[in-house]
Nanobody, 119 residues
Framework: QVQLVESGGGLVQAGGSLRLSCAASGSIFSIGAMGWYRQAPGRVREWVATILNIGSTNYADSVKGRFTISRDNAKNTVYLQMNSLKPQDTAVYYC?????????????WGQGTQVTVSS
């Protein structure tokens, strides 16, 4: 199996910064795209950013210019640097990857990490 473990969430004031990390472990044959999603209370989960294994990145319009996604392929880890945080960024942030594990190629999700931005 493949496990994803996020860390780095917390409480921050508006305008502040946080850095999220997500490490993949387990029986991994290969990892493709890695990304971040978020879900605010009462809302559907939304895509935030994606990075391919060649380093190409894409961002949701709501975070473009404020968030930066990066990855360390040697560590099977993806990061999300979040700057200029706003109260509307408050959500549980989930890591996602498309990986080749024992069961074949499929999507995997982390357990989520809470980010709270106070005004």
């Amino acid at each position: 199996q493949v496990q994803l473990v996020e860390s780095g969430g917390g409480l921050v004031q508006a305008g502040g910064s946080l850095r999220l990390s997500c490490a993949a472990s387990g029986s991994i044959f290969s990892i493709g795209a890695m990304g971040w999603y978020r879900q605010a209370p009462g809302r559907v989960r939304e895509w935030v950013a994606t990075i391919l294994n060649i380093g190409s990145t894409n961002y949701a319009d709501s975070v473009k210019g404020r968030f930066t996604i990066s990855r360390d392929n040697a560590k099977n880890t993806v990061y999300l640097q979040m700057n200029s945080l706003k109260p509307q960024d408050t959500a549980v942030y989930y890591c996602n990857t498309n990986a080749h594990g024992p069961g074949g190629v499929r999507d995997y999700w982390g357990q989520g990490t809470q980010v709270t931005v106070s005004s």
